[in-house]
């Protein structure tokens, strides 16, 4: 057993903390997370530079990464400074379109040339209701998606659909006629927007599977670890800072962690963002090691431990800090805020430890 | 042991209610319904309504314009009103500064601030914490030094709730550097409109500035404004935490939060069934449940001690603590309830009038902002750590 990294994915971690710390601070980040276009153009495309988004896919891609434990590293880098580019489209988009025999958008999606946004998402709770009808030229797409990441900066949509009776996948241009995208912020940064598809035409080759439950279930497992690994990056940080608060604030004429009320809570929290780094570890060698359910169940172990974790880390955190954690100006304040809001996405605990339990009676 | 009100405090809740249906504007209380923000003109306006009932001040006595109630009707009103989305009374001069001028203030002082706090030509802000005096209040470094029948003040506030609003503020001061950290504190009222006042705000996490910087540089006060006898701040300042933690439990806006949590579980549906079905929702909210029906009951044993004379001390930390927890339990289900809908966030719509299209189900994106804006009741008033400590402290008296 080796719990550290390979050199060539340490270093990629190491660039990757150099880059964005010196071209997102904190303030920086926030001028980009909350005004629009919700990221930064400049990062985004330095980021293409570095060859994140190759390090996401593996070399039969054009990539020269892919596994688990690589998109652990990118996700928990990005996390580290809540970085709000739009990577996880690219990953998602990118492993559909892998399982789905791949096209020529996934050469400029893994070379980060094209910002790509999943549209899965129902606006309305029920399953899958968008459609997709089929005729001599190619398809009709109808229906509602709902808080996809970065679909106002996106060219591409990976769009899911019901076509005859099955859950198929369409790449729809996102400036296609009747494609409508109503941006909004997010409450923890970077922007989502509903997509409303009225109508829209595509050509019979945007079709890129007509089953792709599979290539779905691709999407979802990675995005379940990137943002699981994510949330972990962010969660490190926001207990360095709070372990920081503890030792330099003083009231009583003693810093605040000498109070014992704080030690115990700070080492609580400590305990618990190790286990959840054991479980995006465990979460990275399961995607690349196992199938199916048996794959799936480790995923939402981790998706489960984060959002418990990171509800835990991100109340103590404000709460150490006192009236100052609840700042705009604070950067602690968003990192609570990041780490709380991953928990909405993808699943949140409670449906990851029912799926958990409901994979345990498959695999 | 009867858990039964009496006749007579039935009576009182069925007038509450029926003053409620009759002159709370469902605007304001469609607003806090939906966890709308609140402008001063609206907090004003549901003041100026209290007032003309004479229900304002339920903790001061009748000859001062208070209501005179008992402790029981105070609840009682407390839980009704917030059951029916009143606004809160802004508590700067009605709970806070009023009893301490009432218990210690001159007559004169009595004369001229009391009626004008009733009738909302001052607005009160709070000036106790500083930058570096939190939790520990007493290290306050803001100086009032006397100069002739003046006192000039140097220093700075912060977490000034609503001092955006406020034409005055109350202040702990300190007016003897040589003393013991307690015992050189003064409680002086200051003029927001004297020159060498400079308020600045603060923004919290959810985008809101509800709080402020208070700075004051050479700012003339009037020694008349001085509250009761120099240097014995402290004792007021403690007397008026005392009231600031009365209905600190909050239970009756927190059973209206829990019955819209409930409705909403009931109406929002996740994997194809209304979220108030999953197994693991419906548990988290039957513990929040549960809980919240368990402090109902302590804190009417509570009330109930206060008015047969007992003392709250150790009760009143308990019931701040219990009733914060509950009341963010609350706050975070509601988020959660709303699932992906509760991450946009538009703050446009969280304003009265907001006529763009909803996203998600409706009031989706109050969820958040709220849940957030709530870490703050675990932090003022005396953190709840502090208020273990306090606990603590009294039954093991070490
Ligand atoms: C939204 C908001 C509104 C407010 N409004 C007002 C207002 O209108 N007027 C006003 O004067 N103040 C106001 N406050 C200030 C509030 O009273 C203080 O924030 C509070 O007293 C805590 O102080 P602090 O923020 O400096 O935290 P600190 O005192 O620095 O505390 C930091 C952490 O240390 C803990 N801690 C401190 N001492 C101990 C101890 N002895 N044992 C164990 N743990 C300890 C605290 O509980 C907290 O978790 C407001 C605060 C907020 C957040």
């Given at each position: 057993?080796?719990?550290?990294?390979?050199?060539?994915?340490?270093?990629?971690a190491?660039t990757?903390?150099?880059?964005?710390?010196?071209?997102?601070p904190?303030?920086?980040?926030?001028?980009?997370?909350?005004?629009?276009?919700?990221h930064?153009?400049?990062?985004?495309a330095?980021?293409?530079?570095?060859?994140?988004?190759?390090?996401?896919?593996?070399?039969?891609?054009?990539?020269?990464?892919?596994?688990?434990?690589?998109i652990?590293?990118?996700?928990?880098?990005?996390?580290r400074?809540?970085?709000?580019?739009?990577?996880?489209?690219?990953?998602?988009?990118?492993?559909?379109?892998m399982?789905?025999?791949?096209?020529p958008?996934?050469e400029?999606?893994?070379?980060?040339?094209?910002?790509?946004?999943?549209?899965?998402q129902?606006?309305?709770?029920?399953?899958?209701?968008?459609t997709?009808?089929?005729?001599?030229?190619?398809w009709?797409?109808?229906?509602?998606?709902?808080?996809?990441?970065?679909a106002?900066?996106?060219?591409?949509?990976?769009?899911?659909?019901?076509?005859?009776?099955?859950?198929?996948?369409?790449?729809?241009?996102?400036?296609?006629?009747?494609?409508?995208?109503?941006?909004?912020a997010n409450?923890?940064?970077?922007?989502?927007?509903?997509?409303?598809?009225?109508?829209?035409?595509?050509?019979?080759d945007?079709?890129?599977?007509?089953d792709?439950?599979?290539?779905?279930?691709?999407?979802e497992?990675?995005?379940?670890l990137a943002?699981?690994?994510?949330?972990?990056?962010?969660?490190?940080?926001?207990?360095?800072m709070?372990?920081?608060?503890?030792?330099?604030?003083?009231?009583?004429?003693?810093p605040?962690g000498k109070?014992?009320?704080?030690?115990?809570?700070?080492?609580?929290?400590?305990?618990?963002?190790?286990?959840?780094r054991?479980?995006?570890?465990?979460a990275?060698?399961?995607?690349?090691?196992?199938?199916?359910?048996?794959?799936?169940?480790?995923?939402?172990?981790?998706?489960?431990?984060?959002?418990?974790?990171?509800?835990?880390?991100?109340e103590?955190?404000?709460?150490?800090?006192?009236?100052?954690?609840?700042t705009?100006?604070?950067?602690?304040?968003?990192?609570?805020?990041?780490?709380?809001m991953?928990?909405?996405?993808?699943?949140?605990?409670?449906?990851?430890?029912?799926?958990y339990v409901?994979?345990?009676k498959?695999? | 042991?009867?858990?039964?009100?009496?006749?007579?405090?039935?009576?009182f809740?069925?007038?509450?209610?029926?003053f409620?249906?009759?002159?709370?504007?469902?605007?304001?209380?469609?607003?806090?319904?939906?966890?709308?923000?609140?402008?001063?003109?609206?907090l004003?306006?549901?003041?100026?309504?209290?007032n003309?009932?004479?229900?304002?001040?339920?903790?001061w006595?009748?000859e001062?314009?208070g209501?005179?109630?008992s402790?029981?009707?105070?609840?009682?009103f407390?839980?009704?009103?917030?059951?029916?989305?009143?606004?809160?009374?802004?508590?700067?001069?009605?709970?806070?500064?009023?009893?301490?001028?009432i218990k210690y203030?001159?007559?004169?002082?009595?004369?001229?601030?009391?009626?004008?706090?009733?009738?909302?030509?001052?607005?009160?802000?709070?000036?106790?914490?500083?930058?570096?005096?939190?939790?520990?209040?007493?290290?306050?470094?803001?100086?009032?030094v006397?100069?002739?029948?003046?006192?000039?003040?140097?220093?700075?506030?912060t977490?000034?709730?609503l001092g955006?609003?406020?034409?005055?503020?109350?202040?702990?001061?300190?007016?003897d550097?040589?003393?013991?950290?307690?015992?050189g504190?003064?409680?002086?009222?200051?003029?927001m409109d004297?020159?060498?006042?400079?308020?600045?705000?603060?923004?919290?996490?959810?985008?809101?500035?509800e709080?402020?910087?208070?700075?004051?540089?050479?700012?003339?006060?009037?020694?008349?404004?001085?509250?009761?006898?120099?240097?014995?701040?402290?004792?007021?300042?403690?007397?008026?935490?005392?009231?600031e933690?009365?209905?600190?439990?909050?239970?009756?806006s927190?059973i209206?939060?829990f019955?819209?949590?409930?409705?909403?579980?009931?109406?929002?549906?996740?994997?194809?069934?209304p979220?108030?079905?999953?197994?693991?929702?419906?548990?988290r909210m039957?513990?929040?449940?549960?809980?919240?029906?368990?402090?109902?009951?302590?804190?009417?044993?509570?009330?109930?001690?206060?008015?047969?004379?007992?003392?709250?001390?150790?009760?009143?930390?308990?019931?701040?603590?219990k009733g914060?927890?509950?009341?963010?339990?609350?706050?975070a289900?509601?988020?959660?309830?709303?699932g992906p809908?509760?991450?946009?966030?538009?703050?446009?719509?969280?304003?009265?009038?907001?006529?763009?299209?909803?996203?998600?189900?409706?009031?989706?994106?109050?969820?958040?902002?709220?849940?957030?804006?709530?870490?703050?009741?675990?932090?003022?008033?005396?953190?709840?750590?502090?208020q273990?400590?306090?606990?603590?402290?009294m039954?093991?008296?070490?």
């Open positions: 057993m080796d719990f550290r990294h390979s050199e060539d994915r340490q270093m990629l190491d990757l903390r150099r880059f964005l710390a010196a071209e997102s904190p303030e920086a980040r926030n001028r980009a997370a909350y005004d629009a276009p919700g930064n153009a400049k990062v985004w330095g980021l293409g530079e570095l060859g994140i988004a190759g390090a996401l896919f593996p070399e039969s891609v054009g990539g020269f990464g892919g596994s688990g434990f690589d652990m590293v990118v996700f928990e880098e990005l996390g400074t809540l970085s709000v580019e739009p990577l996880l489209g690219t990953l998602m988009v990118g492993r559909a379109l399982a789905a025999g791949g096209r958008a996934l400029q999606i893994v070379a980060g040339s094209a910002i790509v946004a999943l549209a899965h129902e606006a309305e709770d029920g399953g899958l209701a968008t997709a009808i089929r005729d001599a030229e190619g009709t797409l109808n229906g509602a998606k709902a808080v996809v990441a970065q106002e900066a996106a060219s591409l949509l990976l769009v899911s659909a019901v076509a005859e009776g099955r859950p198929a996948l369409f790449l729809v241009p996102a400036d296609a006629a009747g494609v409508s995208i109503r941006g909004y409450i923890d940064g970077g922007r989502s927007a509903q997509v409303q598809l009225d109508g829209v035409r595509v050509g019979a945007a079709c890129v599977a007509t792709g439950a599979a290539a779905l279930a691709e999407a497992a990675a995005g379940l943002l699981s690994a994510e949330a972990l990056g962010a969660m490190d940080v926001a207990r360095d709070t372990i920081d608060y503890l030792r330099t604030r003083r009231q009583f004429g003693v605040i109070f014992q009320a704080l030690q115990h809570r700070i080492a609580t929290v400590l305990m618990e963002v190790e286990q959840a054991s479980a995006v570890i465990n990275a060698d399961a995607f690349d090691h196992k199938q199916g359910p048996a794959r799936d169940r480790v995923l939402s172990a981790a998706k489960y431990t984060i959002g418990a974790t990171g509800q835990l880390v991100a103590e955190a404000i709460q150490m800090h006192g009236g100052i954690g609840m705009w100006e604070l950067p602690l304040s968003h990192y609570a805020k990041r780490i709380t991953i928990d909405h996405l993808l699943g949140d605990q409670d449906r990851h430890l029912q799926r409901a994979l345990g498959v695999a | 042991m009867d858990l039964r009100f009496t006749p007579e405090e039935e009576a809740r069925e007038e509450v209610r029926s409620l249906r009759d002159k709370l504007p469902a605007r304001l209380a469609d607003k806090v319904r939906h966890d709308q923000r609140l402008t001063k003109a609206d004003e306006e549901w003041h100026r309504i209290l003309d009932r004479g229900w304002l001040a339920s903790h006595p009748v001062y314009g209501t005179g109630w402790v029981v009707q105070r609840a009682i407390e839980d009704e009103a917030a059951k029916a989305h009143a606004p809160r009374i802004v508590p700067f001069g009605v709970s806070m500064l009023g009893p301490v001028l203030g001159t007559e004169e002082q009595r004369k001229t601030i009391l009626p004008r706090i009733l009738d909302g030509r001052d607005w009160w802000c709070q000036g106790y914490s500083e930058p570096g005096a939190g939790s520990d209040l007493a290290s306050l470094k803001t100086s009032a006397r100069d002739g029948d003046h006192y000039i003040v140097n220093g700075q506030k977490w000034t709730t955006q609003f406020a034409n005055r503020i109350f202040c702990l001061v300190r007016t550097p040589a003393a013991k950290a307690q015992e504190i003064s409680f002086l009222l200051i003029d004297t020159p060498g006042i400079e308020v600045r705000p603060i923004m919290l996490l959810d985008g809101e500035a709080v402020n910087e208070v700075f004051f540089t050479d700012v003339r006060v009037p020694v008349s404004n001085l509250v009761g006898e120099e240097n014995k701040g402290w004792t007021y300042a403690k007397y008026l935490l005392t009231y933690r009365t209905n600190i439990a909050g239970v009756g927190s209206a939060a019955e819209r949590l409930q409705s909403l579980a009931g109406s929002i549906r996740r994997d194809g069934r979220l108030a079905d999953d197994p693991l929702f419906a548990a039957a513990r929040v449940e549960i809980e919240l029906a368990n402090m109902a009951t302590t804190n009417m044993r509570v009330v109930a001690a206060a008015a047969g004379g007992g003392a709250p001390g150790a009760e009143s930390s308990m019931l701040k603590i914060t927890e509950i009341r963010q339990a609350i706050t289900l509601t988020r959660r309830a709303y809908y509760a991450q946009p966030f538009i703050p446009e719509a969280l304003e009265e009038g907001y006529n763009g299209e909803p996203v998600g189900p409706e009031d989706a994106g109050a969820a958040a902002p709220a849940y957030f804006n709530n870490r703050k009741l675990s932090i003022f008033g005396g953190s709840n750590e502090v273990r400590n306090i606990i603590s402290k039954i093991v008296g070490l």
